[in-house]
Structure formats: C-alpha cells, structure tokens
C-alpha cells in the first residue's frame, strides 16, 4: 500500500492528558470547574481582567510541572522522519509538542507561554503570572497585556494555511479532541471531500466518531506510538 504524501494531524486536550493536564469536558475537566463566560470570552476579560488572568496563570503552572509524553514524541518522530508532509495543527494552548521537539506547530487557539500587548501589538513570551499591572516587555505600558488565546467568539489562528492543508491531505488524524469545537471540529468533513483517509484516535467515543474511517482506541500514549511505528516502518 503506498503512503499518504501529506498527513494532517489535529490534535486536542486528550492528548496532554496523561502528562497531567485537565482536559475540557471530561469528569473534573476544566469546563467543569470553571465557567467558560467567566474565563474564556472576550468579554469576561473587559468585565473581570484579574480573574481571566488568575485562570491563564494557574493553567502556566501546571504547565510548568508537565512534561510531554509517548505521544507528543511519536508525532514529533513522525514530523522529524516521515519522507512526505505531515502538518500539525494543535487546538492545545501547552507547548508540550514543542518540547518534544516537534519542528512545527499550528496553535489554531493561542499559546499559554505568550501574551500580547493591545497597546503597541507586539507578542511576548510569558512563563510566569501576569496581572493587570505588568508592564508590557517592549512598550514599557502597564494594563494592556492580554493572553495569546483565542477564546469563544474569537477567530482562530492561521485558518487559511489550515484550510490550504486540509485540501492536499491524503490522511487525517484527530488524536484526544471531542469533536464539538468548530472550526476544528469540522476538519474531518474538509478532509474527507478533499479525499482523504480519515483516523480518529481517542479513548473514548467522541460526536465525530461517526464521521471516520477507522478509529484507534485507547490512550494516546500507546495509540499513537503504534500507529506511528507503523507508518515508519
Ligand atoms: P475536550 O476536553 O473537549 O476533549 C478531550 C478529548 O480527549 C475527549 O474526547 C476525551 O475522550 C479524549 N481523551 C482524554 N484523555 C485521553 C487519553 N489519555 N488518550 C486519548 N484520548 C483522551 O478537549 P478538546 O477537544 O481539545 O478551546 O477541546 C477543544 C477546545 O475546547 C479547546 O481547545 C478549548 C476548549 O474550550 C478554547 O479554550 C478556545
């Protein structure tokens, strides 16, 4: 069988599950302890700034306690190795992917690790807390960093180089997302029209499961290491 010339790979919360972060809607996921119209609008951020940045600092901290795992390395293996294109679009604001070494990465919903400044517009990288009296790194103003999130109501990043992608794909993967986030959730369909191959690897049944042609269950620690030895191979 000969292999796909371009593998489009979207991945979700799942698979940083098992390096320790919550995932969205799973038991004790983060929508379940926190109000996405408190946190995750833009409109929560001109309401209660504090509380929006409180939320983003948390999740920076258990960011920092994470590492990636057998997933995040196997994609960046198959990034590295694999002689045809293989695009990674992330719905995943963790760098985790990153420092697994993965040469590139989509962030279609933002980056934890940057902020941006509504006063001068640059984009800073950020580890720690911010508040709303940190000074912006390169404008010096206090009171106009924002998290580099796209939150609800808010275009994701890079959809035409995306949509491009998705265009060419001979195979797609979603690895760890529910499928209930659009744009995102919509690629498979994209994919599929464009012709495409389609996998869906979760551990568990998802709303998109019916829209694929073959399903990997399980943890994505053991799922997509196997698949990727198998494309290796
Ligand atoms: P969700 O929390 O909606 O879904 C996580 C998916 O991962 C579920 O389908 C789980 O079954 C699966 N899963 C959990 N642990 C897994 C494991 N160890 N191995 C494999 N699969 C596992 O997270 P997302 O789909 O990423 O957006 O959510 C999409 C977007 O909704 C997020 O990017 C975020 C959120 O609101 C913004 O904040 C803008």
Not at 31 to 58: D, K
Not at 205 to 214: K, L, W, Y
């Amino acid at each position: 069988m000969s292999k796909p010339s371009t593998i489009v790979i979207l991945t979700g919360a799942g698979i940083s599950a098992e390096s320790g972060l919550p995932t969205f809607r799973d038991v004790n996921g983060l929508w379940e302890g926190h109000r996405i119209e408190e946190v995750a609008t833009p409109e929560a951020f001109a309401r209660t700034p504090w509380l929006v940045h409180e939320f983003y600092n948390q999740r920076r901290a258990a960011l920092r306690k994470a590492e990636p795992n057998d997933a995040h390395y196997a994609i960046a293996r198959l990034q590295q190795s694999y002689p045809g294109e293989v695009v990674l679009v992330t719905q995943n604001v963790d760098d985790l992917h990153e420092q697994a070494e993965t040469p590139s990465v989509i962030h279609m919903h933002g980056e934890l690790r940057k902020v941006r400044c509504e006063n001068c517009w640059k984009v800073v990288r950020c580890g720690g807390d911010v508040s709303i009296d940190t000074p912006c790194p390169s404008c010096e103003q206090a009171g106009f960093l924002r998290p580099l999130i796209v939150w609800f109501g808010e275009a994701p990043f890079e959809m035409d180089r995306i949509e491009r992608t998705l265009q060419r794909a001979d195979l797609f993967v979603a690895i760890g997302t529910s499928g209930v986030v659009y744009p995102a959730a919509g690629f498979v369909r994209q994919a599929k029209l464009a012709g495409a191959e389609t996998i869906e690897i979760n551990n568990a049944v998802t709303e998109a499961s019916g829209h694929f042609d073959r399903h990997l269950t399980g943890p994505a620690t053991e799922q997509v290491p196997a698949w990727v030895a198998e494309l290796l191979a």
